[in-house]
């Protein structure tokens, strides 16, 4: 059992819209770490928080963003969506709040831009 | 920057054989993850292996860490249907400050056939 539940699980937006992504880890742990799945593409690195700070950041534009909450829970916005950000959106777990951690990932939201 | 690459990215393999898939990253790292991922579906751990030599077991699965190589191995013995899945490697740099993050390979899609 990962303990991360995310929501939704599917998202069908338009270009231009923006996309709300939510992700829980259990109890107790404190790091949120967002990663997009896209086709062909492989797992990149969006963005990593723990105890409600934005901790680290990869290599996508600012229109990504997000915030954790002080449950620990998490959000990710995308902004101005294009065609190119369909794709599988994963929120993981840390257990110790360093990324060298084992990370446990959620189900995914599955995002589509039409 | 740090890279990691799988080969090869598809294989078919015939159940009851043995395989072994590989994982190459270009920097010194400080630990390597193996992870599986079924279609339509979430990553799930299956491997942290922390130092040179390591070498982890389940099941039918073998990891084996060679740092100096900057390679790690997934062995599969006598491959059955249960094991067809695509398999990430992952791999971290502990950097200064906040810069740590979790490097995924493109992935490996295993499809076994009777």
């Known amino acids: 059992e990962a303990g991360v539940t995310q929501s939704p699980t599917h998202l069908i937006k338009t270009r231009g819209q923006q996309a709300t992504l939510r992700c829980s880890p259990i109890?107790?742990?404190?790091?949120v770490y967002w990663y997009q799945q896209a086709l062909g593409l492989g797992l990149q690195f969006l963005l990593w928080y723990d105890e409600g700070e934005e901790r680290n950041r990869g290599n996508f534009p600012p229109r990504f963003s997000g915030r954790q909450f002080p449950n620990y829970s998490s959000e990710l916005n995308v902004n101005a969506l294009e065609l190119e950000d369909s794709a599988l959106y994963l929120c993981?777990?840390?257990?110790?709040?360093?990324?060298?951690?084992?990370?446990?990932f959620g189900p995914g939201t599955r995002l589509l831009v039409l | 920057e740090l890279k990691v690459e799988q080969n090869p990215l598809f294989l078919s393999m015939q159940e009851g054989k043995n395989y072994t898939i590989y994982c190459n990253y270009s920097t010194t790292s400080d630990r390597l993850y193996w992870y599986r991922q079924d279609p339509g579906k979430s990553l799930e751990s299956l491997f942290v292996?922390?130092?040179?030599?390591a070498v982890k077991q389940e099941g039918r699965l073998m990891a084996s860490l060679d740092t100096k190589a900057r390679l790690s191995t997934l062995h599969i013995t006598a491959a059955v249907h249960d094991l067809s899945a695509t398999y990430f490697c992952?791999?971290?740099?502990?950097?200064?400050?906040?810069?740590?993050?979790?490097?995924f390979g493109k992935g490996i899609t295993l499809s076994v056939r009777p």
């Open positions: 109890s107790g742990h404190t790091s």
């Open positions: 993981a777990r840390g257990t110790s709040g360093k990324p060298q951690e084992t990370q446990y």
């Open positions: 992952a791999v971290c740099r502990i950097e200064s400050g906040a810069n740590s993050k979790l490097t």
């Open positions: 292996l922390l130092s040179n030599g």
